[in-house]
């Protein structure tokens, strides 16, 4: 876990501020680090001791002349999150080393927790980016990507929810990147970039908030805004991805558009795309029934009375039967912008 380059961060950290020569040694007791460069590779048995006990460990001159590649001074562990990974050696006198040496220690550790952790954080920004795009690249879930979902701070669960965001100027690009990353700071949710200018988020929640906060953002950073449509399944990300990117096609920076702002749009566009095969779906449930009841309705347009009455039917049972399809399918048959989209469904049903 201690490597040459971290033990060369803190060697390089803490010389200036000590007239005292620091040594950074692994787990095995080689010296990574020195400011006396010869030592370096060298075995220090001092910091064995160190590394057997867990307890620093003082050497005057005649303890440390019984010690191979040892000189009078401190040896002190380094731990992180309670482990230790190495020890932090100070060459002089021991007695003199006592008032220094657990800030040295402290300030090791500090060094040694930001380092590891902005390494960890990298290295889960670079997984959530490639689960991200492989997803939508329709890659199979198989055992690796599995193992890759699992490493995540979250649990990847559905329904899914794709939001792309791109910056329509390149002015306070960095400013854009921290306060967005503030905003999604231990959200349940992947995030990153595609290009220089397209940012995505894949929601793994139902969060309305979070649309708000974007909005906000949008009056201090000029910036459109698509929202796909949401998806139960990973396997279904790669069209909730590309209905998010025609939402974006049709967004600007005065306000948030949403896939169903313009799906009628790609529906209409090809009848044989997915889209279109996703529009058919929102009535795929309806029993024949309630489809005849449904084309009735629409037929008598929208009109209680008619529509019983053609149908030969209660006025109770026809609002029973519109309040199945309003459960079954999500949309109110009653209303009319409702009514609109599943007039469309029925037209694609038939083709």
């Not at 030592?39 to 307890?55: F, K, M, N, P, S």
């Not at 390494?119 to 490639?130: C, D, G």
């Not at 690009?173 to 200018?197: P, V």
Request: glycine share 4%; proline share 3%; aromatic share 6%.
């Amino acid at each position: 876990m201690l490597s040459i380059k971290l033990a060369e961060q803190i060697v390089l950290q803490t010389k200036e501020k000590l007239h005292h020569n620091i040594n950074v040694i692994s787990m095995e007791g080689v010296i990574l680090a020195s400011k006396d460069e010869e030592r370096i590779d060298a075995i220090h048995e001092g910091a064995l001791q160190v590394i057997e006990t867990g307890e620093a460990v003082y050497l005057d001159d005649n303890a440390a002349k019984q010690l191979q590649n040892s000189k009078a001074g401190v040896n002190l562990p380094i731990r992180f999150h309670d482990q230790m990974i190495g020890v932090i050696g100070i060459t002089g006198d021991p007695e003199q080393l006592r008032e220094i040496g657990d800030l040295v220690q402290l300030t090791t550790e500090m060094i040694v927790h930001q380092v590891l952790r902005e390494n960890e954080s990298e290295w889960q920004r670079k997984n959530s980016e490639f689960i991200f795009k492989a997803l939508i690249a329709q890659a199979p879930l198989d055992a690796s990507m599995q193992t890759r979902i699992e490493k995540l701070p979250f649990l990847l669960k559905g329904p899914y929810e794709i939001v792309l965001i791109r910056l329509l100027t390149e002015e306070k690009q960095h400013q854009f990147s921290l306060q967005l990353e503030n905003i999604l700071y231990r959200r349940a949710m992947l995030f990153g970039q595609t290009d220089m200018e397209e940012y995505y988020i894949c929601m793994c929640e139902q969060d309305d908030t979070l649309l708000r906060q974007l909005q906000q953002l949008q009056q201090k950073f000029a910036m459109a805004i698509g929202v796909g449509p949401t998806v139960p399944t990973l396997n279904e990300l790669p069209f909730a991805y590309n209905g998010a990117k025609k939402a974006l096609a049709h967004s600007d920076e005065r306000g948030i558009k949403h896939f169903q702002d313009i799906e009628i749009y790609t529906v209409l566009k090809d009848e044989t795309s997915q889209e279109a095969h996703q529009y058919r779906q929102k009535i795929a449930m309806l029993s024949p029934k309630l489809l005849d009841t449904l084309r009735a309705f629409l037929a008598c347009n929208l009109q209680l009375n008619a529509c019983a009455e053609a149908l030969d039917i209660h006025r109770h049972t026809l609002k029973y039967r519109l309040n199945q399809v309003h459960t079954q399918t999500g949309y109110d048959p009653t209303q009319f912008s409702d009514a609109f989209t599943l007039q469309i469904a029925l037209l694609f049903a038939r083709r």
